[in-house]
């Protein structure tokens, strides 16, 4: 194992971190927020008080990992990441101690979404903007940034991009996989100016455009307003947040074929059919259930109906978690649909969390094969994906990640219920937590706040081991891993 190499990348990665910070500093000295440039300055000052020496000492010097030590490398710079992130929450003092800033800073860089804050509304501008980053930084992954910034990471990037991307593959988009990285993270930037730019014609200012865009594009769910996207009373507003919610879910890289014309990729797409088939079916079960619904809860007319539907649906798939309206007040068929949708997630190469819908239809057809084998017990069955064979061994993959990640579904669930909490509550937060959704049913943000501090920092854990696809984070706990 190459430590020396693990902890230089590592603080490479804190001094990105510390530049980045130095927007919201900017902001609160112009904004005049006085305490906040002390909440911005000190750990920015750690940081570069770290990556200065290095970068300086070691330039020059050759960079190369194994396999193995990327996925240690992209732990511990996440884990890294959310605690020095969480230093201006802490330090801003509108924060119960250092755990519920942990705790906010690892919502926001996992773009879960959940929150200590009661009312967001309040605090800084400077602190609400960077509440924002955190979203945007860890939607495309702040690894993969590094890997598109420095190009003397190349030789062992696509290790650190294979361990923090997203899905059961990641694909090439260029020859160099620093040029991928920079070609997937100008792509994100470039959606996002876009959103900004059509969230402003809507009404919105050109702050809050901004936060939600980067919460919109990360899959995240933090809002600059207590009441979400509902605060707008805004059509427009919603169905922009609809469709780059939507794109948000979907793989980047067929995003990318899509603007060179080769459109057949997305069509040929397994993955592609099934997310455009659930968000159709999902829209119009919950459609249906609204209509003929007996409350004036919900709005009446077919296109409010329709439109909450598929805000609802598609904040929940791609596990965004804005929300814009009270889904606790929707017939049970509703909430129903939203409870499933949980459970599956976006695509892989997304910005979304979840289990992926690629290891969905995996199993899926694997399903189909056995029972097929059962009637010819000597044929030879195989997976088709994106009209070609798929590799046999990617079922074993699927099937044991799958199995992990409800197991710790399970886990996460009995931890919660420990606390008194009731079994559907607890059930949601380990859904929320695991797969990085952010929203559920019911309170959750102040469910979560009263939780004691142990609970936060295993929920924390729990937040990165999602956002990483749970190999990344629990590979490096192996005692086989630290024999090798």
Known sequence: MNRA????????????????????????AILGEVEMLRAFGIPIALMLAAAIPTVILSHGKPVSFSTADGFLLVFLAWVLICLLGALPFALSGYFDGFTDAVFESTSGF??????????????????????ALTHWLGGMGIVVLMVALLPVIG???????????????TDRIAPRIT???????????????LQILLLRLGGMSWFDA???????????????????????????????????????????????????????????????????????????????????????????????????AFFQV?????????????????PPLAKGVIFLLMFIGGCSGSTAGGIKIIRHIILFK???????????????????????TGRKDAVYGVAGFVFLYLLLVLVTFVVVSTSGTDLFSALNVAL???????????????????LPDWQKWFLSLMMIAGRLELWSAFVCFSRDYWRR
């Open 5 to 28: 190499v693990i902890l230089r990348i590592a603080i490479y990665i804190l001094g990105i971190l510390a530049l980045i910070m130095l927007v919201p500093l900017v902001m609160a």
């Open 110 to 131: 996992t773009t879960t979404g959940a929150t200590m804050l009661g009312d967001v509304e309040a605090i800084p501008r400077s602190l609400v903007f960077w509440r």
């Open 155 to 169: 030789v062992g990037g696509f290790q650190l991009l294979r361990a923090e991307s997203p899905g059961p593959e």
């Open 179 to 193: 040029r991928t990285a920079g070609i997937l993270w100008s792509l994100y930037l470039g959606l996002t100016v």
């Open 210 to 308: 901004a936060f939600h865009a980067f919460s919109t594009m990360g899959s995240g769910g933090f809002s600059s307003m207590n009441n979400s996207i509902a605060s707008y009373h805004s059509p427009w507003i919603e169905w922009v947040c609809i469709v780059f919610m939507t794109l948000a879910g979907f793989n980047f890289t067929l995003i990318y074929q899509a603007l060179r014309g080769r459109f057949s990729e997305i069509i040929n797409n397994s993955e592609a059919k099934a997310y455009a088939a659930i968000i159709l079916i999902s829209v119009s079960l919950v459609t249906l259930s609204l209509l003929f619904q007996d409350s004036g809860a919900v709005p009446a007319t077919l296109g409010e109906n329709i439109r909450y």
């Open 314 to 330: 598609t904040s929940t798939l791609s596990t965004t978690g804005l929300s814009a309206t009270d889904q606790d007040l929707w």
């Open 366 to 388: 694997q399903t189909g094969n056995e029972m097929k084998r059962l009637i010819y017990p000597k044929g030879v069955f195989s997976i088709r994906l994106n009209n070609t």
């Open 432 to 450: 929320i937590s695991l797969g990085n959704i952010g929203m559920g049913f019911g309170k959750m943000d102040s469910l979560i706040h009263s």
